[in-house]
């Protein structure tokens, strides 16, 4: 957007749903649209990093979690369930990231029924780069105070572990 609208559409909306009687639901209705609407702005803010280097978040997450492993390869239905996305997104983002020559399918060596996704050097390359780009220009300036986000970290844990997500804390984590 280049001009910020002149008042706050989902007060707008939130006070839409007061006089229609909603009022019981208005306010969570309030968080949950401002909840996604930020959810879109911070996706925004990193793809634009992320677009220089060929890459969606999708694709930086995929490298990023390969670069993590030990050895910089994972099993597909692994990183599907560490990504918490279906299947078929991850086959979508390791059929490019494969095309670019970031990652290389390969076969696990003692269950041939899973494929691995491999990070090629030239992947590892391209997350360390990307990441050191989202850290000084999403990350360290993420709009929120430190408070904010302690505070957001444990509301959206408890959300999630409440929504079963996943199955408990961690120790040290809220």
Known sequence: MSQPLSRDPILEAQRNWERH???????????????????????????????????????????????????????????????????????????????????????????KRTTLIALSPQGRELAAAATTELNAKVFADSGFSDRDISTLIRIFSKFRRDAGDFASEEPGHP
């Open 21 to 111: 009687g909603w009022q019981d639901v208005a306010e969570p209705m309030a968080a949950i649209t401002a909840l996604m609407r930020t959810q879109q702005i911070l996706l925004q803010r990193a793809e634009t990093v992320l677009k220089p280097f060929g890459l969606t978040f999708a694709r930086y997450e995929m490298l990023a979690l390969l670069s993590f492993t030990r050895d910089g390869a994972l099993a597909m239905n692994r990183a599907s369930a560490l990504l918490q996305v279906h299947a078929t997104s991850v086959t979508n983002a390791v059929d490019r990231l494969e095309h670019a020559g970031l990652v290389a399918r390969t076969k696990h060596p003692t269950d």
